[in-house]
């Protein structure tokens, strides 16, 4: 069974940066494609980023193209989302899923981290 574990949440002013990492623990024979999501409160979760197993395919939300960016670590299933020029409307919890098959911008991953709050004061 894999666990993913999210880190890098936290509180920010507009303009500002944050980095989310999200590490698969557990049983990870297998390449996982991985994502983010998030969640503000009231709202319906939506897709922010997602990246393929290999880190040769990204894809953003239009929110976030230009100021969001999605890589691999060195590390086997690590997963970052660098987060600047941060807007209040970036309020939300952010959630981390990743899956050995290609979800994409779907919510049909399999596995999904317990998410990090993010919150962006103007």
């Known amino acids: 069974q894999v666990q993913l574990v999210e880190s890098g949440g936290g509180s920010v002013q507009a303009g500002g940066s944050l980095r989310l990492s999200c590490a698969a623990t557990?049983?990870?024979?297998?390449?996982?494609?991985m994502g983010w999501f998030r969640q503000a409160p009231g709202k319906e979760r939506e897709f922010v980023a997602a990246?393929?197993?290999?880190?040769?395919?990204?894809y953003y939300a239009d929110s976030g193209k230009g100021r969001f960016t999605i890589s691999r670590g060195n590390a086997t299933n690590t997963v970052y989302l660098q987060m600047n020029s941060l807007k209040p409307e970036d309020t939300a919890v952010y959630y981390c899923?990743?899956?050995?098959?290609?979800?994409?911008?779907?919510?049909?991953?399999?596995?999904w981290g317990q998410g990090t709050q993010v919150t962006v004061s103007s």
């Open positions: 990246i393929t197993w290999s880190g040769g395919s990204t």
């Open positions: 899923a990743a899956d050995p098959l290609w979800v994409g911008t779907d919510e049909d991953y399999g596995t």
């Open positions: 557990g049983r990870t024979g297998s390449d996982w494609n």
